[in-house]
């Protein structure tokens, strides 16, 4: 009786929101289960609501009993966020863990041997094991899922017939991986007309693997993690793959954040995320990034309860057309795609409150296409408004003093 009356429950809440169109949230339970074991959420997919359920390979007990989903009016050659989040199928899951799997053989296999490097055309170092890991999985790919898109560092971009494109950096980390340091990961993500909606970080050398899927919360080799309270960056601990990374105006915007941060650390490349996912770090801040970089990451890292966006705090989401190129020109694998379509700034964040401080600090605002040293689009200076509302701006983000930065 109890299980047809929240079923009728939520049946109520999904007519209210069809007939009002101020309506944009409405809530399913997936905890609640009637005696034959099927849950008001599967019951309600009828009628056209996502089932926001764990897969068999990532139980998530222990994570929130409802969620709460918004939507958002979009035209009909543009997919909501909520319909790529009921676009994650159990077998999608699967398939990325079957994905990892294959890469770790190769991975493993060339590990700590004299494999030669070469250089690519952005001057990154590249591997028999990028290459093997990578073609691997295109080929799984293309055989279980031939109308799918794949976007990978090393081969370039392969538009499908579908919404769904597989983003694969295959040894993410290449100069940690071929100096026998065990802090690389294969990144394997999966996006729906633009939104990440599946992130998969495999660190085969330790057989430790973090998995986000959209509404569904993150793991860690099997159990729920999540991030861990931190209010301001003075308590926060912060990671970022190289200083490197930043240069020009990218280098001034970091380096306010940096300041006001803990601890500052470097060198961990897409391993990082993973620890802020687990609560052991609080903060990444990186530049020069490309989709295959990052798209994995954002379900991990919100579904462990952090944010994770662009240095403008915008969603990550990635949109490639065909009828801007193809291909794997400009060593990047992208066909000339990347300037015009991705942010290269990334920030994320354990908990939302220290992001929307690193967002404050940073004031950046691209002012054009960017370049190879990030001078081009520029933090917003504090010269283009007044000096003490720059002030209050750090004061309200740290609760400490007001430190100008000059060029």
Excluded at 53 to 82: E, F, K, M, Q
Excluded at 281 to 288: K, N, Q, T
Excluded at 356 to 365: C, F, H, K
Aim: glycine share 10%.
């Amino acid at each position: 009786m109890e299980s047809h009356f929240s079923t009728l429950f939520y049946s109520y809440i999904i007519l209210f929101c069809s007939f009002n169109s101020s309506a944009s949230v409405f809530l399913v339970s997936p905890k609640h289960t009637s005696r034959s074991g099927v849950t008001a959420a599967s019951r309600l997919s009828s009628f056209g609501v996502p089932r926001y359920l764990p897969t068999p390979r990532s139980v998530l007990a222990g994570a929130p009993t409802s969620r709460v989903i918004t939507a958002t009016a979009t035209s009909s050659s543009s997919s909501s966020r909520a319909e790529a989040v009921a676009a994650v199928r159990p077998e999608l899951v699967e398939f990325a863990h079957k994905l990892a799997d294959e890469a770790a053989v190769i991975t493993r296999k060339y590990f700590r041997t004299p494999v030669e490097v070469d250089t690519k055309g952005d001057d990154s170092p590249v591997t028999i094991a990028d290459r093997t890991a990578e073609d691997v999985m295109r080929r799984l790919i293309k055989s279980s899922f031939p109308e799918h898109g794949i976007f990978g560092e090393e081969a370039g971009i392969e538009f499908g017939s579908s919404k769904y494109m597989w983003v694969l950096d295959p040894v993410d980390g290449t100069k940690s991986f071929i100096t026998g340091k065990p802090l690389f990961g294969t990144l394997i993500a999966l996006t729906y007309d633009g939104y990440p909606i599946l992130g998969v970080i495999d660190q085969s050398i330790l057989k430790e693997r973090w998995v986000g899927v959209a509404d569904q919360g993150t793991t860690f080799n099997g159990k729920v993690v999540r991030t861990r309270a931190c209010d301001t960056l003075r308590k926060a601990y912060m990671y970022t793959t190289t200083p490197a990374m930043f240069a020009g105006a990218s280098e001034v915007a970091y380096n306010r954040v940096r300041d006001q941060c803990k601890i500052p650390m470097y060198g961990c490349d897409c391993y990082a995320y993973g620890l802020v996912a687990m609560g052991l770090a609080d903060l990444v801040v990186e530049a020069d990034l490309k989709p295959y970089d990052y798209m994995a990451v954002v379900p991990i890292i919100e579904g462990a309860g952090g944010k994770m966006t662009d240095w403008t705090g915008k969603d990550l989401i990635w949109k490639p057309s065909p009828d801007t190129g193809s291909g794997s020109g400009g060593g990047d694998g992208s066909g000339g795609l990347l300037p015009q379509g991705y942010p290269g700034e990334i920030v994320a964040a354990g908990d939302p409150r220290t992001h929307a401080e690193t967002i404050r600090l940073l004031a950046w605002s691209p002012s054009g296409p960017q370049n190879a040293n990030h001078s081009s689009p520029g933090a917003q200076s504090y010269e283009d408004k007044p000096l003490e509302d720059f002030c209050s701006d750090v004061k309200n983000a740290s609760e400490g003093e007001c430190r100008v930065y000059e060029d």
